[in-house]
């Protein structure tokens, strides 16, 4: 900028004085009890979408914001249309929308419709793709962007919790330097406006999160419906008035003038500059068309076309249910229900595994639920599969019952059984590790195991089985019908060692709850036996109680490797006609192909 554009912005910037539209945001200040960040994460935690984007919007308009956002910072660019340089000069916040206060706030992902409202109320727009980037240029703080694996946590607030908690990190580590409401970014990706958006309907498009190198990670993409929303994504809000040559000129009216609008559009004029403000639809992918027999609140995965329904209980209890494509599913089948109550330590999306590079955290492939259960759907075509994963805000089952009552797992157990009430319904209780503790919390609570139950199977996880509490409820239930099964897969746990020490007594691990089982049902059923490369099988019922246990003479562990070599797919097929057909419990993996 030369010394006579820099004189006609100090003139500009004069005549502006302190208007409240091109330079703070018209808010009521923040009140004393107005909750922060953390506390206001923990309101909407366990709401529903609608309800969340409601949230954020009362409390912006509340006052409730960092004092650091209020003020805005200038941005100045130039551009030269047929020989003349024009300058111009936005006002920008200097952060990302963020709610609560300037020690502890939340940067909020909202969708644009509500973005659009909040700005409208305000006096501001959404910036445009040439405005990021300008942005980005006068940034005096750059963060480096944190993406994390595509998952279908990606768009829940633990994810977005996880998520500020980082950049907050980065930010906080910088405010010796450059004081908190200097103009940063790097730290998100933006909900922008653009030319595209003419010709699209219910459309987010999102731009940016530039790298340390100045290129965005993310191009100009109009791809998912305005319902989308996830960790990355920011609300920059762009003051309505800004200046042109010295005078006052609306965005608006900049980018729809052919002279002007290259000073903040890459695209050419731009007239179709905001989204609808009437709240978006949460991503109902699933169609009434198809016939399906659960509810419109499933959402399209990105992995195999699997529909996917993520649900937050407020006890410290979080739901995933993935089903399949909905092009392989139809009213006329039954659904098997599995509920997989997941190991101490890991998160659902390690449960259900990936394909994981150099620096990916390793609980990603030990255990791949997720491709086992693509390959039991590839070849049991004839049920919808769908899985419930069931895991702890402890990370850990038993942890979590000694907070909360047995007979909340049944109630939660029951509240995602209704989900799939219009159709004929089989279900599975399956669990890994500590995930068995709440099958037993669940069968210490019932009178008996219900009618719809038809398989029991502890991956590793019958830990805390109790003789006098569970034997008779699990044989009279295999006596109730021949078509109920038992599938126990354990090893000699008292023999392995971890770091040079064992970790279980012969009779507290899982072999020894094995043998116990079996001493309490020998009685009454007549268990066959044999043993092929150090495993023993035990079966009885023609196949529908089988216990594969595996012998440890080299003082191995074998907790997860029992299930990653196939073992959920053995543990739903044993004893029927699939057992042992295309795969080898223990063998190598048959799933490979059905890793996302």
Not at 293 to 305: G, M, R
Not at 338 to 355: D, R, S
């Amino acid at each position: 900028m030369n010394r006579h554009q820099k004189t006609l912005l100090q003139i500009a910037l004069i005549c502006l004085g302190s208007s409240v539209a091109a330079q703070t945001l018209p808010l009521p200040p923040r009140a004393n009890n107005a909750p922060d960040g953390s506390d206001f994460i923990k309101k909407i935690w366990a709401l529903d979408f609608a309800q969340r984007e409601q949230a954020v919007m009362e409390t912006v308009f509340a006052g409730n914001i960092p004092t650091f956002q209020r003020k805005f910072c200038l941005v100045t660019v130039t551009n030269v249309f047929e020989g003349k340089t024009n300058v111009g000069t936005f006002f920008v916040a200097p952060d990302y929308l963020a709610v609560g206060s300037s020690d502890d706030y939340f940067l909020a992902p909202v969708s644009p419709n509500t973005a659009q409202r909040i700005a409208d109320q305000l006096g501001c727009i959404l910036p445009t793709r040439k405005m990021v980037d300008a942005i980005y240029a006068a940034a005096e703080v750059k963060l480096t962007p944190s993406p994390i694996p595509p998952t279908a946590a990606m768009t829940t607030v633990p994810v977005f919790a996880q998520i500020n908690e980082t950049i907050r990190t980065q930010r906080l580590a910088l405010t010796n330097s450059h004081l908190l409401g200097a103009l940063m970014a790097g730290d998100k990706k933006d909900v922008v406006i653009s030319a595209r958006m003419a010709t699209v309907t219910n459309k987010v498009a999102i731009y940016g999160w530039h790298q340390t190198n100045g290129l965005a990670i993310q191009p100009l993409y109009l791809g998912h419906t305005t319902a989308w929303v996830d960790y990355s994504h920011g609300i920059r809000l762009v003051a309505q008035t800004m200046l042109v040559n010295g005078e006052k000129k609306t965005v608006a009216d900049v980018l729809a003038d052919p002279k002007l609008c290259g000073l903040i559009s890459d695209e050419g004029v731009v007239t179709h500059a905001t989204y609808a403000t009437n709240p978006p639809t949460p991503l109902p992918v699933v169609s009434e068309k198809i016939n399906l027999p659960w509810p419109q609140k499933f959402s399209a995965s990105t992995n195999f076309s699997e529909m996917i329904r993520e649900i937050q209980l407020p006890d410290e209890a979080r739901i995933l249910i993935n089903a399949p494509a909905r092009e392989t599913s139809a009213a006329s089948k039954p659904v098997l229900l599995v509920f997989f109550a997941l190991p101490n330590g890991n998160t659902i999306e390690q449960t259900i595994g990936k394909k994981i590079g150099t620096n990916d955290d390793w609980h990603f492939d030990i255990q791949h639920i997720g491709a086992q259960t693509r390959w039991l759907r590839h070849v049991m075509t004839e049920k919808t599969i769908v899985v419930a994963y069931l895991e702890a805000g402890t990370k850990s089952w038993p942890t979590w019952r000694k907070a909360h009552n047995d007979r909340r797992i049944a109630e939660i157990l029951d509240g995602v059984r209704g989900i799939f009430s219009a159709s004929k319904t089989e279900v599975v209780l399956a669990s890994h590790s500590g995930g068995g503790s709440l099958i037993f919390g669940y069968l210490n609570v019932a009178e008996k195991i219900p009618d719809d139950v038809k398989r029991i199977a502890f991956l590793d996880s019958n830990y805390g089985y109790d003789s006098k509490l569970h034997a008779d409820k699990i044989r009279n239930w295999l006596l109730a019908s021949g078509e109920n099964h038992l599938c126990v897969l354990a090893y000699q746990d008292y023999l392995g060692l971890l770091n040079g020490k064992t970790f279980v007594s012969e009779n507290g691990g899982t072999w020894g709850r094995s043998h116990a089982m079996l001493g309490d049902f020998g009685a009454q059923f007549k268990f066959l036996s044999r043993t092929n490369s150090e495993l023993e099988t035990f079966s009885a019922l023609d196949g529908r109680i089988e216990f594969l246990l595996k012998e440890n003479p080299d003082r191995k562990i074998f907790h997860t490797v029992q299930v990653e070599r196939n073992g959920f797919i053995h543990a739903l097929v044993s004893g029927t006609a699939y057992e042992s057909k295309g795969y080898e419990y223990f063998g190598e993996r048959a799933y490979t192909s059905w890793i996302q």
